[in-house]
């Protein structure tokens, strides 16, 4: 079985943005973006929300040619890397992406069962569609000293808890990051 991991910049209040829908808090410094660089070498593929592909494929596909070069070795993984898209509003995606419209549930669990490597979820509304169904296996937050006070928070409401075991801290200038797997 493929492992799935769930992977965010978060506010110390749990907000993965801003009322504004802006990320621009969680900018990574050198040591946390080769850290994400060689985190996302490692995946075998990766499950794009509409927003979170449509806010990565503006900005990473055309990073200027004076970018470092970390951010341009992420311009290349991610326009690289394999990645399926959940959204029903999308007609088309790009950047060797696959389009799925419905069913998420399903789709998630048959492409677990089709391997054993790691795939990440980024967006916290698609995440928020598979923590119920206790398809994610791995939690990885990475806690930014800001309080927001409002946003998008990391977990959609549960009806029933949800048990973590911290496997892993590790300290960045810019930010904590605390590993979980599901208990």
């Keep these: 079985m493929r492992k799935l991991i769930y992977d965010f910049g978060v506010s110390v209040d749990g907000y993965v943005n801003d009322r504004n829908g802006s990320i621009d808090w969680t900018d990574p410094d050198e040591e946390l973006h080769q850290f994400h660089n060689d985190r996302f070498r490692q995946l075998e593929l ?8 449509e806010l990565m494929a503006e900005y990473w596909p055309h990073v200027p040619e004076d970018a470092s070069p970390i951010e341009r070795d992420f311009a ?8 399926v898209v959940f959204s029903r509003t ?16 399903g789709e998630v669990r048959r492409l677990e069962a089709e391997g054993d490597g790691v795939m990440e979820v980024g967006g916290a509304n698609l995440a928020a569609s598979l923590i119920p169904y206790s398809l994610v296996d791995e939690y990885q937050l990475f806690v930014s000293p800001v309080v927001l006070g409002g946003g998008t928070p990391m977990f959609p409401p549960l ?15 810019t930010a904590v990051m605390l590993r979980y797997v599901a208990a």
């Design 46 to 53: 990766s499950l794009h929300g509409r927003r979170m592909y």
């Design 76 to 83: 290349d993984l991610w326009t690289n890397k394999p990645k």
């Design 90 to 105: 999308l007609t088309e995606v790009r950047f060797n992406s696959r389009l799925v419209r419905d069913d998420v549930v």
């Design 159 to 173: 009806d029933e808890r949800l048990r973590l075991r911290l496997v892993e801290t590790r300290c960045f200038a």
